[in-house]
């Protein structure tokens, strides 16, 4: 049997008796046979609490779990196992606690005579912290004799009056008991949604929750006073374990320890007062934060609700979402929302809902891009340019691609790179840029519409005070910032007052009065932004660093592409110098790729570091400028290598004669003869497939393995346990101990976003890019899901009505995508020299000629000097001329090489349709956003209807009242009439027979 001290308290201005702990007469023996009958006839104790969700006593429910670690000396593990088999001696040992809940190791340890300071003041916060957890309501269980030697656990359970009153200072909407129907539409749209419901029934999850509802509930904001008004015909399930966890999370967060063994202790415990005194008071306020961040207690988290795998398992809802959820095998269905806000709460529930909805309209997206695609494929043995470029017979000879070692070439080696980006560059793409643009802006008004819905079902739509309320709470690193600063002016006033000397008997004394001031003050004091100047510094030249180290790694890129390029072209091989481009393209790319992914993680934890030291007041604040900073890094991080190979490469190359170098020995290295969009597509592709198989995919599956078999290798090194010890199974709080602590959504959010970056921003570049989102989102769904379900500890359940500033970054996105794709078409592709050509320059209205038109000549004898190709394409052929791509003058003009009317005239229609592709898909996006109402109109008039009901409920309850009162006053007249006509002996017995009627009647 396992040693638990058992201890439940209420406070006492609600109970107004005191209560006999019944388990500290057992401890002294009067009914030590009865509990040793019981425990004969129990052949597993711990099936009575199911294993660690109740309590020993098996009826009350665990809410709760906190973990601390403390120092068990081999004496006392003798004592544990000799309490393991005899339950009566450890009885008798558990006397005389200065605190209810104190495990037997710490009597023990009292009496040791050297004794780790540190880990004794732990143990008096974890008593008076739980002692002002029992004065708040709750009820403790301790339990120390555990599998895992050295960490012990405290249960939580909040009893009904808790429950009652905290879901009433919370506001939490709660069912009543009217009922009433919801809308189903009339006439053809109640016929069409019954023909969707019966297509899409295989694919909707077996799940009572996922069931379409034609009656709802009316809720309304819990109160005691109210609760006539309430379904509470099931106490035990009236208060979910999602709400009753996040009940007992707040109480943990509000609940304050002050005190501290050795603040004021004497010899060696002296020596530390300072120290002891500052940690005492960073949890002066602020409860279970800080004391989780000073050590306190090492783990606090809501258990899950049992089991999710074997053949004996009760179902449960964690066992219901791992089979119709976070299971691969059933990637084709809609995911079960409503349970997923049910067992982790609206916070976690929206971020599924919101990439459920990005998945679905990535289909339509995916489809359109295939067709896109297809079409370069079916039109790419039409195109001219390109057949110009492969036909031998014009025999173009190319000016070289370095100094020296380079040669020149004939442009039809470049063939099939000016076929492949055929397949990129066409018409279509000018199209699916302007859909896709539509297509964010539809995506962004469908997600405000579902949210909406969500918001209905799920009883937020008056949820703006609840959150502005918590929106103003203080985080525990403000708060101590704060109480640092009062305590300083303090004592800065305290030493100018200084003029008469202190008697050193009242030092401690008046240093515990500075200290309990310095609490009062932190309710005026504030930070202003010259408390956070330094870091505000500290976080401009920090990011600036970070953006210049992303620019460094990536010119350093750059000087490995030259350099690779120029060794590659000394290759006596053909091969070798056929394939130059490819090579140093393809290695880049991946040294981009390693480089991304190393320094994602890098800045994430930086971000994190930077706003730390910012010292947000809140915790909403604190998580939006952590996003903000993550994502600025994260998104230059990403982006920097795509961005130089769109709009900077091949721009400033200068011309042959004249060329620009890097440091006077590099030359800036130049596009294909079919631009830049084929080596942008190729950039594209394998750093967004690269990112989301190895970042998003293998990162989240190998990591927590990874973990898992680390901790599976401690567990094995420690010393074996006997064998009754090893064949007992493991407490929940145990199994959900060993899993991994949430860490937020901001990872989860981050990755789409930047996914949604690659699907928007270059899609002109890469048609296929909303295709393989898709392909990894059907799998990152359940990814996510198996990862909460299975690896993770249960979250606290956190209420939300929408995503935040992610949805903000997503609009912003959006925005940034329709210029970016302007500038790709414009600039990076030939769409509008193209355009350009076949209406000023050709001759017969046909592309004929287009490839001649884009090219200059140069006068090889006018090469500077040493920069000359040392040999020539063969023997027998001696070039003169030789062609490059850029609009110039030819040698034998008088201006020679000097920039052309051409060019010009291409940079004019380029900027034009800028502006013009820009201003037009912003306003049909703005259109699309103006059409569609951001609140479905049955949703509106449902919420309309809910007001309604929720009056008419109250004027029925008014009505009542009022019938009560003419009830009791018809009878207390007529009760009057009846004293008159009788003695006034009789009369003052009357009355007072009739004021006890009314005792009854009301």
């Known amino acids: 049997m396992r040693v638990?001290?058992?201890?439940?308290?209420?406070?006492?201005?609600?109970?107004?008796?005191h209560i006999i702990n019944i388990r500290a007469i057992e401890d002294i023996g009067y009914i030590q046979h009865e509990s040793t009958l019981l425990n004969s006839l129990c052949q597993d104790p711990d099936a009575n609490c199911k294993y660690g969700l109740y309590f020993r006593d098996g009826k009350r429910k665990v809410d709760y779990i906190l973990v601390y670690h403390y120092k068990k000396s081999s004496v006392s593990r003798t004592l544990a196992r000799r309490i393991h088999h005899n339950d009566s001696s450890a009885r008798s040992i558990k006397q005389d606690q200065p605190l209810p809940g104190k495990g037997g190791h710490l009597e023990m340890g009292e009496s040791e005579p050297h004794m780790d300071y540190h880990e004794d003041d732990k143990r008096f916060r974890r008593e008076e912290y739980e002692g002002n957890l029992m004065e708040a309501g709750l009820e403790l269980e301790r339990d120390e004799d555990t599998k895992i030697h050295g960490v012990g656990f405290v249960k939580i359970h909040a009893p009904w009056n808790v429950l009652c009153r905290e879901a009433e200072f919370l506001k939490l909407k709660m069912p009543t008991k009217k009922v009433y129907q919801i809308n189903q539409g009339h006439g053809l749209l109640k016929k069409i949604n019954s023909v969707i419901q019966k297509i899409t029934e295989p694919i909707q999850p077996k799940v009572a929750e996922h069931k379409p509802q034609t009656m709802k509930r009316l809720s309304y904001p819990f109160s005691r006073e109210k609760q006539h008004l309430f379904d509470l015909s099931d106490k035990e399930s009236f208060f979910d374990s999602k709400?009753?966890?996040?009940i007992v999370y707040e109480i943990l967060k509000r609940t304050t320890c002050t005190k501290a063994k050795y603040s004021m202790g004497k010899g060696e415990g002296r020596q530390t007062d300072t120290t002891l005194l500052n940690?005492?008071?960073?949890?002066?306020?602020?409860?279970i934060t800080s004391l989780l961040a000073n050590g306190v207690y090492s783990a606090a988290y809501p258990l899950h609700d049992g089991d999710y795998e074997g053949e004996n398992v009760e179902l449960n809802d964690r066992k219901l979402l791992c089979e119709e959820w976070a299971s691969y095998g059933v990637f084709y269905k809609y995911q079960p929302i409503d349970l997923v806000r049910k067992y982790f709460g609206e916070k976690i529930g929206l971020y599924f809902a919101w990439l459920g909805v990005y998945t679905q309209m990535l289909i339509?997206?995916?489809?359109?891009?295939?067709?896109?695609?297809?079409?370069?494929?079916?039109t790419v043995n039409d195109n001219i340019p390109s057949k110009e470029m492969c036909d031998e017979r014009n025999n173009i000879t190319m000016c070289p691609l370095c100094d020296k070692t380079c040669s020149y070439w004939n442009m039809s080696s470049a063939c099939a790179t000016a076929r492949a980006s055929h397949l990129f560059d066409n018409p279509a793409t000018v199209f699916f840029s302007v859909f896709m643009a539509l297509w964010a802006a539809t995506f962004m008004e469908h997600w405000k519409r579902k949210q909406m819905r969500l918001n209905y079902r799920w009883d937020l739509t008056g949820f703006e005070e609840e959150e502005e309320a918590v929106k103003a709470h203080p985080r525990a690193e403000y708060e101590a910032k704060v109480l640092e600063k009062s305590l300083r002016k303090e004592y800065i006033r305290k030493k100018k007052r200084r003029h008469l000397p202190e008697e050193t008997a009242n030092k401690w004394r008046q240093r515990v009065k500075t200290v309990m001031a310095g609490v009062k003050l932190t309710d005026k004091e504030k930070l202003t932004w010259k408390d956070r100047f330094p870091a505000y510094l500290t976080n401009f030249v920090g990011i600036i660093f970070m953006i210049g180290l992303t620019f460094a790694i990536v010119f350093g890129v750059i000087i490995y592409r030259i350099s690779t390029a120029a060794a590659l072209a000394i290759s006596s091989t053909n091969s070798g110098r056929s394939s130059v481009r490819v090579t140093v393209t393809a290695t880049a790319v991946i040294i981009n790729l390693v480089v991304i992914i190393i320094l994602d993680e890098v800045y994430g934890c930086i971000a994190r570091w930077l706003t730390q030291i910012e010292v947000p007041k809140t915790d909403k604040n604190f998580e939006e400028r952590l996003i903000f900073k993550a994502f600025l890094l994260k998104f230059v991080n990403a982006y920097t290598p795509i961005f130089y190979v769109a709009f900077f490469?091949?721009?400033?190359?200068?011309?042959?004669?004249?060329?620009?170098?890097?440091?006077?020995?590099f030359r800036m290295e130049e596009c294909a003869p079919g631009g830049c969009l084929m080596e942008l597509c190729i950039q594209l592709s394998i750093i967004m497939l690269g990112k989301q198989l190895i970042q998003n995919n293998l990162f989240e599956i190998g990591i927590p393995k990874m973990k898992k078999l680390i901790r599976y290798i401690k567990l094995k090194r420690q010393r074996p346990l006997d064998h009754e010890e090893h064949m007992k199974k493991k407490q929940r709080y145990e199994v959900d101990y060993n899993l991994e602590p949430f860490a937020g959504l901001t990872p989860e959010y981050m990755e789409m976003i930047i996914q949604f970056g690659f699907v928007t921003l270059f899609v002109a570049s890469f048609p296929l890019a909303p295709l393989f989102a898709l392909l990894n989102n059907i799998i990152e769904i359940r990814l996510d899901a198996k990862k909460f379900v299975t690896e993770l500890r249960r979250p606290v359940a956190v209420r939300a009505k929408d995503i935040g500033i992610w949805y903000n970054i997503l609009r912003a996105v959006g925005k940034l995508a329709v210029i970016i794709n302007a500038f790709v078409i414009s600039f990076t592709s030939d769409f509008i020299p193209r355009l350009v050509y076949l209406y000023m320059y050709s001759e017969n209205g046909t592309m004929h000629g287009f490839v001649n038109h884009t090219l200059s000549y140069f006068n090889v004898t006018d090469f500077q000097e040493g920069t000359a190709p040392n040999d020539q394409m063969g023997p027998d052929h001696k070039v003169h001329i030789c062609r490059y791509k850029d609009y110039r003058e030819p040698p034998w003009s008088e201006n020679k090489y000097d920039i052309s009317k051409d060019f010009w005239a291409v940079l004019a229609a380029r900027l034009a349709f800028v502006i013009v592709f820009q201003n037009l898909v912003m306003f049909m996006s703005d259109f699309v956003d103006w059409i569609i109402p951001d609140i479905p109109k049955d949703i509106s008039q449902q919420i309309h209807k809910e007001k309604v009901l929720m009056v008419e409920v109250f004027m029925k309850?008014?009505?009542?009242?009022?019938?009560?009162?003419?009830?009791?006053?018809?009878?207390?007249?007529?009760?009057?009439?009846n004293c008159n006509n009788h003695s006034p002996k009789l009369s003052r017995t009357g009355s007072m027979s009739s004021h006890h009627s009314y005792n009854i009647d009301v």
Not at 243 to 246: E, G, I, L, Y
């Open 4 to 17: 638990n001290e058992k201890y439940a308290s209420l406070p006492t201005e609600e109970k107004g008796i």
């Open 243 to 246: 709400t009753r966890s996040t």
């Open 279 to 287: 940690k005492r008071w960073k949890c002066g306020k602020y409860g």
């Open 364 to 378: 339509p997206a995916s489809i359109v891009g295939v067709i896109v695609f297809l079409y370069g494929c079916a």
């Open 649 to 665: 490469k091949g721009r400033f190359v200068g011309r042959p004669g004249d060329y620009v170098y890097i440091f006077h020995s």
């Open 957 to 977: 309850e008014e009505q009542g009242k009022l019938q009560m009162l003419e009830t009791w006053k018809e009878k207390s007249m007529k009760k009057g009439e």
